[in-house]
């Protein structure tokens, strides 16, 4: 096993420009992700093959010894599953929902162009709908250092594969907290810049008039060496602004900091939390800060507007057609909140926009009293069993000190404050006006440098059970009847494939619900649609338990050649069938018969 060493964005692009091998560090990268496959391998959902990574890495070379100074050269990097790249998926955790771009998305060609180099596409909150990262049918992302513990969400994925190792820095959205969050269980610094500071063109919306990309990485150089790269209007983003001549700067010498009054400190009741809330205050006053206590519970009440307001119908704008024509392929907690939407008036939303309005104008004092604030990035955390049973309270604890940010054009970043007696990181937030980022990074810089934090706690390197895969083709599929057999399972989805060309698919006769049966003639057939699953032994069993005549469970062949368990049928269960095998799968039959 590796020993999952952090990466340091700057040091590695110092070293690749000057003339350190791209190539050897994009092969660390790689089997990087292949030893921690044996830890967490849902933290991805799709990871590009190795020789298209070597190639970005000797593309970097060439352009180095041809002479140019790349600003992320040879830096290993992800992108969160619901930002495109040319030429692969992206899914936003959902593969009913999946599309092939023809090109990638403004950030991610601006990070190519500096040099680095990209490895994957990471594990989300299916849409970015929620801070958990529990809410995939890919498996649950954990805390890197107790994988008991949720790893937040939305970007789930992306801070793992940091916070492990795998790569320099990746790629997260941030509409309600989903890049400070994560940032704060594993120990990382989440930047989340001002609304339209970075480019959201070819990003899937959550809420598109709140979306930022953002980025985790290990340090704050890192951060701030991303932020170089992306920071640029984009004229072909909508959503795009362009920077004020004079942003707010940080300030020289001694500063105010906010703080929420003490009966506004909420840590439903996590005490550790609290103390090193508490230390953060006293480490930013050590940093020349003076503690400035403020009402904040304009700033709480506002946050309530994101998912009990009318801007839960942006994010059911963005799923509108999935919503309504197929809403079974929706993760059930995802599609509980975006269903929401469907009710929201026109009345609401303009109800909702001008309180939103009135929050603003209650918010503009603090930057009189105050240069920033430091808040908890979250006031607890929790274990993945306590949110798979209670999925919309607890994600929503979450969001105490996030949710509001967005709504109120602030700007944001979490870095961390120390770790829980179970390992878990907590983190706090500096928060400013908007296009206050550079200003941010310069306290946090003073945030950090007064006084040591305890060492960071070992990885929890704890190997996942070992599983079967098994492929489904009808019944089981995603927002198929029977799909909650493997949902109760804890089944993850490795892949929505096809089979080898070698199966025809029939429709079974009088089976409720509606069933189809598998067949492998050989030649003559046909690649049908499947999804693969990846259960634990005990899982498995008890899956196979449950499976009535004429089905079994036998081999099913891919079209990448390799075998795994599936369906299979007796030759009974082709009386009175029909061959639907020209549809190509069972959701076309289904999607034709209704």
Known sequence: MSDFQRLSVTAIAEAVNGGASAVAVAQAALDAVAAYDLVQPQAWILRLPPEAVLAQARAVEARVAAGEALPLAGVPFAVKDNIDVADWPTS????????????????????????????????????????????????????????????????????????????????????????????????????????????????????????????????????????????????????????????????????????????????????????????????????????????????????????????????????????????????????????????????????????????????????????????PTAPTIYRLKELLAEPIALNANLGLYTNFVNLLDMSALAVPAGFRDNGTGFGVTLIGPAFADRALLALAERYLETFPMADTPPLDLTPRKPGVKLAVVGAHLAGMPLHWQLTSREARLVSATRTAPAYRLYAMAETTPPKPALIHVGEGGSSILVEVYELDFEAFGSFVAEVPAPLAIGTVTLEDGTSVKGFVAEPRALDGATDITALGGWRAYIASAG
């Not at 107790?146 to 916070?163: L, P």
């Open 92 to 375: 936003a955790a959902c593969p009913a929902f999946a599309y092939v771009p023809a090109r990638s998305a403004t950030v991610v060609e601006r990070l190519v162009a500096a040099g680095a180099v990209l490895v994957g596409k990471t594990n989300l909150d299916q849409f970015a709908t929620g801070l958990v990262g529990v809410r995939s049918p890919y498996g649950a992302p954990l805390c890197v250092f107790d994988q008991a513990y949720v790893s937040g969400g939305s970007s789930s994925g992306s801070a793992v594969a940091v916070a492990a190792g795998l790569v320099a820095f990746a790629l997260g959205t941030d509409t309600a907290g989903s890049g400070r969050v994560p940032a704060a269980f594993n120990h990382l610094v989440g930047l989340k810049p001002s609304k339209g500071r970075w480019s959201t063109r070819g990003v899937v919306p959550a809420c598109r008039s709140l979306d930022c990309v953002s980025v985790f990485a290990a340090d704050l150089a890192g951060a701030a060496r991303v932020d170089d790269v992306l920071a640029a209007f984009d004229a072909e983003d909508d959503y795009s602004r362009r920077a004020p001549a004079a942003p707010p700067a940080a300030p020289v010498g001694t500063f105010r900091f906010g703080v929420p009054r003490p009966d506004q400190r909420l840590f439903l009741g996590d005490d550790q939390s609290a103390a090193l809330y508490a230390a953060a205050i006293e480490r930013m006053t050590a940093a020349g800060g003076t503690p400035v206590e403020l009402d904040i519970a304009p700033l709480l009440d506002c946050a309530k507007l994101l998912y009990s307001g009318p801007w839960v119908a942006e994010r059911t704008a963005a799923v509108e057609t999935l919503l309504r024509n197929t809403p079974g392929v929706i993760h059930p907690t995802v599609r509980a909140i975006v269903q929401g939407g469907l009710a929201v008036t026109g009345v609401e939303t303009f109800k909702g926009l001008y309180a939103l309005e009135a929050y603003h104008r209650a918010a503009e004092p603090i930057w009189d009293a105050v240069e920033v604030m430091l808040l």
